[in-house]
């Protein structure tokens, strides 16, 4: 069981808003961490959190902390939401649907995700591309060149706006019109590094940044490691470009194979410093790929006339089914869960199948039905 499957949707705008407002506290209160709001909301409804200093005693929460929680105000914490909307910033929580279901199934999801740009952009099929800051020019254009690729089929790009391939990648993304959204170690409002201040505008007006951290966060080294899995839980499958054998490139790689998620890596010449991370993970069982192609026959597609198609024949029947739980309004992701009861990663598979051959699309409020079928 996951840490978000103790915390309920919310069933209304107004539960929602109240639930954002005390995820927003426990956030913002020092010294309660991640893995101790967690353990709080295991104990405790979400609505129950502030009825009294005691009770959050005995949840486990030190007598100093409890009071900060019980003494917090909700009335600015819901102003603040209503400040950040203003900003453009959209703020998704653990109880909202529109929350990211493959990032539900990480041991320790965020509780909120700030946004900025394109949100729809969550729900959509994902590959993160990622690779060293210091990258060859090789290493880049083939990073481009594979997000290009990808995008073309409808794949969100999903990187970390760091220098080298992370930049590449977005930038192959968005160089004909494709979708890609960037993980940051910052608030969604700064920009770091510097050096890349026009991708940043580019992402936040064609794409999407995601982060978990409070709008004007600067940049710390701990951020980093809590933005590489949010990359590898986003995604259906991380692909590295190239990486030193110790790098962060390859936590995200280890942290997608914790997740259960495909690892791909592109090889290179053994005496480049820069291939020797990618070498080390085929080693260990990643999947070796050259071209864009590779990538989308590990997902299960292969490219007819243009399309990029299932080639497994035994999922056709699953799909076919899964058709009959999708509707010709925009059905939610969760909804399709829940009425087909197939476990997200395969349902997300199953989905990426299906839009890429045409019998459904992708809208703000799920997945749309195409045709008459």
């Not at 961490?33 to 405790?44: D, E, F, K, T």
């Not at 999801?109 to 990258?135: D, E, H, K, Y």
């Not at 794409?207 to 899995?229: D, I, K, M, Y």
């Not at 925009?330 to 997200?344: G, K, M």
Request: contains cysteine.
């Amino acid at each position: 069981m996951t840490q978000s499957e103790f915390i309920p949707s919310a069933s209304s705008e107004a539960d929602l808003l109240r639930a954002d407002a005390i995820l927003l506290a426990l956030i913002r209160t020092p010294g309660l961490g991640l893995r101790s709001a967690y353990s709080l909301l295991q104990h405790l409804a979400i609505s129950d959190l502030f009825d009294n200093t005691e009770t959050l005693i005995e949840a486990g929460l030190r007598r100093d902390i409890a009071t900060r929680l019980t003494a917090t105000k909700l009335e600015p914490l819901q102003h603040q939401l209503s400040e950040y909307q203003r900003q453009g910033i959209a703020v998704i929580s653990l109880v909202n649907p529109l929350y990211p279901p493959l990032l539900k199934e990480l041991p320790d999801p965020p509780l909120l995700l700030f946004c900025l740009g394109n949100s729809t952009l969550l729900s959509r099929p994902q590959v993160a591309i990622v690779g060293s800051r210091g990258a060859s020019v090789g290493g880049k254009r083939h990073a481009f060149e594979f997000a290009a690729q990808l995008s073309d089929a409808e794949i969100v790009v999903t990187s970390g706006m760091a220098m080298g391939i992370d930049a590449s990648a977005h930038q192959g993304a968005l160089h004909n019109g494709g979708a890609t959204l960037a993980v940051l170690g910052t608030g969604v409002d700064l920009c770091y590094p510097r050096r890349n201040k026009a991708l940043w505008e580019q992402i936040a007006q064609h794409g999407l940044l995601v982060s978990e951290f409070l709008p004007g966060t600067p940049p710390r080294a701990q951020h980093f490691p809590r933005r590489n899995r949010i990359i590898a839980g986003l995604s259906l499958a991380t692909l590295v470009v190239e990486a030193e054998q110790k790098s962060g490139s390859l936590i995200t790689a280890e942290l997608a194979m914790d997740y259960n998620r495909e690892v791909m890596a592109m090889p290179g010449a053994v005496n480049n410093p820069y291939s020797r991370g990618c070498h080390a993970l085929i080693k260990h069982g990643a999947a070796l790929v050259e071209n864009a192609e590779d990538v989308l026959a590990e997902l299960g597609c292969y490219q007819q006339k243009g399309l990029y198609i299932n080639k497994r024949e035994e999922q056709k029947e699953g799909e076919n089914t899964l058709l009959r739980h999708i509707g010709f309004e925009p059905t939610s992701i969760d909804a399709i869960a829940v009425s087909s009861q197939i476990p997200i990663a395969q349902l997300l598979t199953l989905l990426i199948d299906l839009e890429l051959e045409g019998s459904i699309t992708s809208t703000s409020g799920g997945y749309t039905r195409v045709g008459g079928e």
